[in-house]
């Protein structure tokens, strides 16, 4: 890694936090086939960062704020099965998307913030958002250390784990918010379009080497950390969009895991 | 007489408009091993959700062991394996077990009471489809129920695994004196293993003796058209084709 001046420090531990948190709920996102689902969060997010932008609102707060709505709607019509997921998420994606696209026009600040938010920009990253990810990363241990067997139970069947006494809508929605806040967070350092790749790409690999539910945890981390330090380090060697090049690194990952298969 | 475990009075059950079960009433006693069978689509997995109180009828009742659905299956009198579940969980047999049993030789023994004790380190997703059914069995057995629902456990297991399940649960019927209730497509199979059948294409076309099922006119009302049953017997001994044409 090349030497890294002190104002990288916090945005460089805040992307290794971050990377471990998409990680550990990066198993459930695969199982739950919820990879589109997180295409649609970060992209609403967009517009809500977009909002915040214009009216001069930390944009945090309304990246969260539309990402969270998307994600119910998500989340509620893929389950109540009233249209097809990839409907509900093609038009949502795509208006809130259009919504920040046209917003950030408005604000005049469409090129430079636009593209950060798009590809990510370790610039961007503050000591606040160290914090907050610091401690989302906690409420995740605890949330997965405490409800393993639920959730396992609910990654099986969700009316098999309703018949074990398990709170399926109340886990089903914690997750997703669970899922969404991690997503919207990783945004400025991954950005709207590549964060997929962190959520997704982490837990398929590691499902293809390890059968046991805590090894498949290790490892998606494990995946997870090398991806983020791999992608860091060439977009601080060849000054690139660090979204871009860590999502490159997954997808090398992936590609490779799935030719050892034959 | 036996007790009765499972009570559905006039059941109906519909989604906005469309009536998908329609006066549906039957009983099922302490040890009775019920096959359901009719075409896609007649509101078997339906049925099955309302008895677990997934869905509420809009007319009619359902009791298991004289409780509301909810209450019994929060007593732990119902168990309940679905149609399909997800196959690439990271755990082995007895991981899959300890979801919901803590002692160690609980698990043990209902591994052992599937013949799956052999294979209890080894990872679910490698096993085979047979094997797979039975560890689920073993699970859903695991909290004691008295009665337990299966949804079409035998899609994609082949015709010997199959025979070898339905003893299984014939065995485990009497042992663990559970009653069952499966859902199947396979007519001609499940005549020789289950005590009752009922057929189902949104009302209750048949209810009794599984020989009574083997009729031309009940089977084309059933499906609507005329159909063909492979009628296997174990060890296919006495193995016919039975047509309604
Ligand atoms: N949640 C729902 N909303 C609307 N219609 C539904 C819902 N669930 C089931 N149906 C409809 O109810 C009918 C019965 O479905 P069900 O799944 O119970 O049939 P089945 O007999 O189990 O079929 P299969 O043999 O294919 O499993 C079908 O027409 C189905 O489209």
Known sequence: MPCVPDFLIVPLITAFVVAVSLSLLSFFVVLKRWAFLSVGVSHAAFGGIALGVLIGVSPEFTALGFGVVAAFLIAYFKRKGGFHEDITVGVLFSFFMAVGVVLFALSKSYITNAFSYLFGNLLMVSGGDFSFSVALLLVDCLFLWLKKRELLLLMMDEDMAYVYGVNVDFLYYALVFLVTINVVVAIKLVGVILVTALVVVPASVALKIAHRFWWVIFWSVFFGIVSTFSGITASLLWDLPPGATIALFCGILFFVSVLKRY | ?245
């Open chain 2, 1 to 245: 007489m036996k007790k009765t475990v499972l009570v559905l009075e006039d059941v109906t059950v519909a989604f906005g408009s469309k009536i998908v079960l329609k006066d549906i009433s039957f009983e099922v006693r302490e040890g009775e091993f019920w096959g359901i069978i009719g075409p896609n689509g007649g509101g078997k997995t339906t049925l099955l959700k309302t008895i677990l109180g997934l869905i509420k009828p809009v007319k009619g009742t359902v009791s298991i062991m004289g409780l509301p659905p909810k209450e019994a299956v929060r007593k732990g009198y119902v168990g309940y394996l679905p149609q399909r579940i997800e196959n690439y969980l990271p755990l082995s047999c007895e991981d899959v077990l300890s979801l919901v049993v803590s002692e160690k030789r609980e698990i043990e023994r209902l591994l052992e009471l599937v013949g799956m004790k052999d294979k209890r380190e080894q990872p679910f997703s490698s096993l085979s489809g047979g094997e797979k059914q039975r560890v689920l069995i073993a699970m859903v057995l695991a909290k004691k129920p008295r009665l337990l629902l299966l949804d079409e456990p035998n899609t994609g297991i082949d015709i010997v695994a199959q025979d070898a399940f339905y003893e299984l649960l014939r065995r485990i019927k009497v042992e663990e004196n559970v009653s069952i209730l499966m859902v199947s497509h396979d007519v001609g199979v499940i005549v020789n293993f289950v005590d009752r059948v009922a057929c189902l294409n949104r009302t209750l076309h048949y209810e009794g003796d599984p020989r009574g099922v083997l009729d031309c006119d009940l089977l084309k009302r059933l499906y609507g058209t005329d159909v063909e049953v492979f009628v296997h017997h174990p060890e296919c001994k006495g193995c016919h084709v039975f047509r309604t044409s």
